[in-house]
Nanobody, 132 residues
């Protein structure tokens, strides 16, 4: 089944940087778009960035545009999120996700639509905390 494992979270001061990674396995990684979402306490899970599988184009939420960069290494089945100039409002649990259709849709849950893609497979999350 689809497995997504995030790493790289931590605590930084405002203006700092972090790089998140997501190791994917159990499905045809190269065939599906990938995304990063985040969820702050008491808030809905929101899309942050997406990288499309067909042309590697990217799409960002307005709140992170110009500060975050999403990339993927298909040779390593790994997704990245470079986060620069972090702000306290970026504090959240960050989740890696892929298209709900991965692995024939088996195990898809908590469907979220972002950037034209229905995401339905999630990692366990990695915490990012930004202090002022």
């Amino acid at each position: 089944q689809v497995q997504l494992v995030e790493s790289g979270g931590g605590s930084v001061q405002a203006g700092g940087s972090l790089r998140l990674s997501c190791a994917a396995s159990g499905y045809s990684y190269n065939s599906y778009s990938m995304g990063w979402f985040r969820q702050a306490p008491g808030a809905e899970r929101e899309g942050v960035a997406i990288i499309y599988t067909d042309d590697y184009n990217t799409y960002y939420a307005d709140s992170v545009k110009g500060r975050f960069t999403i990339s993927r290494d298909n040779s390593k089945n790994t997704l990245y999120l470079q986060m620069n100039n972090l702000k306290p409002e970026d504090t959240a649990m960050y989740y890696c996700a892929t298209d709900k259709r991965a692995s024939g849709g088996m195990g898809a849950t908590n469907i979220r639509f972002f950037g034209g893609v229905d995401f339905g497979h999630w990692g366990q999350g990695t915490q990012v905390t930004v202090s002022s």
